[in-house]
């Protein structure tokens, strides 16, 4: 695997389900990020972890849980949705001190 | 607090002409970089250009080319010989450092670019 990947590329989950979603990067990044992007909105960056620590969390609601286990792996998991959480799910690394991210392919989620 | 606006929510244009995305940015960091991704209907960004704001020299690359304007705070992005495979929507954005060496990118709304036969 090269680049960043991410799975599952779609995911359809009712509002009482819990999932997670996973992320890895082979680029030997130590930053990682979770963005959402919804139809017709500006991508939206929801976490941003660096070295394994969680540095920025934008007013994420707390069904929404971030976990970084190390540099290159990152999971959001997933618990009580709501219907305007569908959105595609984008994850992204660099280096830090470096400013250009490349992104996955990201996660298409559904809840019903 | 920093700002990318996209006018264009969307352009069509036919196979081989050259069209232009318009990207204006808002910031106070006298250090910033200017990106372009584009991401096709498969969903991936792909990271196509940095841009730092001391390098005000237009780049080109294949069929791209970029013209970066400090005086207007523009950083336009133009596809020469537009070909199907173009069609996306492309992204301009801007870097903020956060500190600690981390930063953030502000991203545009997107333009949709459809490349029509």
């Known amino acids: 695997e090269t680049g960043v990947t991410q799975t599952p590329r779609h995911l359809v989950m009712g509002m009482t389900n819990k999932k997670s979603l996973k992320c890895e990067q082979h680029?030997?990044?130590?930053?990682m990020y979770w963005y959402k992007q919804s139809a017709k909105k500006p991508l939206e960056l929801m976490f941003v972890y660096s070295l394994e620590e969680r540095v920025e969390n934008n007013s994420v609601p707390s069904r929404f849980s971030p976990e970084c286990p190390n540099s290159s792996h990152l999971f959001l998991h997933l618990h009580t949705l709501q219907p305007e959480d569908s959105a595609l799910y984008l994850c992204?690394?660099?280096?830090?001190?470096?400013?250009?991210?490349?992104f996955g392919p990201g996660t298409r989620l559904t809840v019903l | 607090a920093q700002k990318v606006t996209q006018a264009q929510t969307e352009i069509s244009v036919v196979e081989k002409e050259d069209v232009t995305l318009d990207c204006v940015y808002e910031?106070?960091?006298?250090?910033?970089?200017l990106f372009w991704y584009k991401q096709p209907p498969s969903g991936e960004l792909v990271f196509l250009i940095r841009?730092?704001?001391?390098?005000?020299q237009n780049e080109i690359s294949g069929r791209y080319s970029w013209n970066f304007q400090k005086s207007t705070s523009s950083f336009n992005f133009t596809i020469t010989a537009s070909q199907v495979v173009d069609s996306a929507v492309y992204f301009c954005?801007?870097?903020?450092?956060?500190?600690?060496?981390?930063?953030?990118?502000?991203f545009g709304k997107g333009t949709l670019l459809t490349v029509n036969p």
């Open positions: 954005a801007l870097s903020e450092a956060r500190g600690g060496s981390n930063y953030k990118l502000t």
């Open positions: 841009r730092n704001s001391f390098d005000e």
């Open positions: 910031t106070r960091d006298t250090t910033y970089y």
């Open positions: 680029l030997g990044h130590n930053a």
């Open positions: 992204a690394s660099s280096d830090r001190g470096i400013h250009e991210q490349f």
